[in-house]
């Protein structure tokens, strides 16, 4: 698999389209590491379920984590189950790390604090002044173990906090730290994954001699729906009953019929109409076919279905003086919110339709609406990985951001 294809968002093989071919050679889907075969010494805080620890993944990149650090001990659970870190380098409250430990052993840091008012009172505020705050403990980490280069990453309203002042300080602080800074407005959508999401991103580099721009938007060639899709008709699925069949022990014993057998029975002109004959197994996902992405083909579980009371309440179009939209299926997703396991308008979170009945999102589905790839565990409830989904950073931007750098660079 070519590296063009690797990047892509790919529940997606049957859809794949060429690259536009009018993309110049220096875009950064087609471009290749210098150091393909490095470590990346990774850090993360405000550490969530590792997006950038998946881009790596999905990059083929060898990663050492050197710490992460987050509050949530329901973060910490997936965190654990899906990345190689020696729990002693977990730090569950920022505020009371230090880190200096660490200082020259990362190479990239990356994090997102949530946004907090910083007084100005009339003058420019330096690391000191903006105790108290969870950036500062962000960008008290970034001096203390002087990462090679930093990624942060907020909402967009960080922009215009507090009337601005806010990302001034946010600027002015990374540059004291003597970092050569870039930042820009950044959507999920414009890096292949059909969600409208929009984050601000600063990237760092510790070498005031590096050069970087951000990576060129990408046509979006594909739709929410496209993560939702199965590959496979379910007529060619049993259901229930005919699963309970073939796999009873009495059946089987009688050789009437097999599953993933080496040599096929014979077969029957009536094949088709009855349960007997050859049956394959198809695992929710298959290893070996991670290259393929192939989601795993079932009807989702009753639970994420709205009841007839709760689908009237989400597609309800507001009052007199207050409107919101009802539109379902939508192409772009809207924004995925760590709430989004509670019941919202169909305005503000994701709702579709399958067999006549309205749904929401299931929590596998937001992870694919994230770019975590089906390897990735799910370990907590759902109320939980919902919350975990809306709370990442998407991964494609990062693979975008990490390509557009060649993080390799970096690295020995």
Known sequence: ???????????????????????????????????????????????????????????????????????????????????DLDPKDWYNDVTEFDAKKYKNSVDLLVGGSPCQAFSMVGKRLGLEDIRGTLFYDFARIVSETQPKVFIYENVKGLTNHDGGNTWKVVQNVFKDLGYKIYTQLLNGKDFGIPQHRERIVVVGFLDNNVDFSFPEKIPLEHTMQDFLEDFTETKYYLKEKGIKFVTSTKNRMKRYTQING?????????????????????????????????????????KYYLSDKVRDYVLAGGTKNWKTSTKTDLS???????????????????YVTHKGRIRKLTPRECLRLMGFRDDFKIEVSDTQAYRQAGNSIIVDMLIAILKQMDITKFSK
């Open 1 to 83: 698999m070519s590296e063009t294809e690797l990047l892509l968002t790919e529940p997606l093989v049957a859809y794949q389209t060429a690259l536009d071919a009018e993309l110049q050679s220096g875009h950064w889907q087609q471009k290749t590491f210098t150091n393909p075969n490095a470590t990346i010494k990774l850090a993360t805080l405000f550490s969530g379920i590792g997006a950038v620890e998946h881009a790596l993944h999905r990059l083929n990149l060898s990663t050492s984590i050197t710490f992460a650090s987050d509050i949530d001990s329901h973060v910490k659970k997936s965190y654990m189950a899906n990345y």
């Open 262 to 302: 080496d040599i096929a029975l014979c077969q029957k002109a009536n094949q088709q109409f009855n349960w007997h004959g050859d049956f394959i197994f198809e695992p929710e996902f298959d290893d070996t076919a991670f290259d393929e992405f192939i989601f795993d083909v079932r009807d989702v579980e009753e």
């Open 332 to 350: 772009i997703a809207r924004p995925l919110l760590q709430s989004m396991h509670k019941m919202h308008r169909a305005g503000v979170d994701n």
